[in-house]
């Protein structure tokens, strides 16, 4: 898995991992989106499926079947959707 730690930025590294053709993944990316410009974060996004085919299955078996994930500065934060009050907290928004 590639780091998804804090970035030299010093900001908090927000990666939504995802799947071509999810709809849920297409929701939750455009919304983060809207949160990070608001709170000041950066989003990435993965592809779970691309990772796997790109040599790195490791993505995809840990987090394949609850697509949607966010992870937050490397850990994994929330799936299915955004929990934004803990999301908030957990920014110090």
Same mark, same amino acid.
């Given at each position: 898995?590639?780091?998804?730690? /804090?970035a #030299?930025? =010093?900001? !908090?590294?927000?990666?939504?991992?995802t799947? $071509?053709?999810?709809?849920?993944?297409?929701?939750?990316?455009?919304?983060?989106?809207e949160?990070?410009?608001?709170?000041?974060?950066?989003?990435?996004?993965?592809d779970?499926d691309? /990772?796997? #085919?790109a =040599?790195? !299955?490791?993505?995809?078996?840990?987090?394949? $079947?609850?697509?949607?994930?966010?992870?937050?500065?490397?850990?994994?934060?929330?799936y299915?959707?955004?929990?934004?009050?803990?999301?908030?907290?957990?920014?110090?928004?």
């Amino acid at each position: 898995m590639a780091d998804t730690g /804090a970035a #030299a930025s =010093g900001r !908090p590294q927000v990666v939504l991992l995802t799947r $071509d053709g999810c709809t849920l993944c297409v929701r939750v990316h455009a919304r983060l989106g809207e949160l990070a410009r608001e709170w000041g974060f950066d989003l990435s996004c993965v592809d779970v499926d691309a /990772a796997a #085919a790109a =040599g790195d !299955p490791g993505l995809r078996a840990e987090f394949g $079947d609850r697509l949607p994930v966010v992870l937050l500065d490397g850990r994994e934060h929330s799936y299915w959707d955004i929990d934004e009050d803990r999301l908030r907290a957990d920014l110090g928004r």
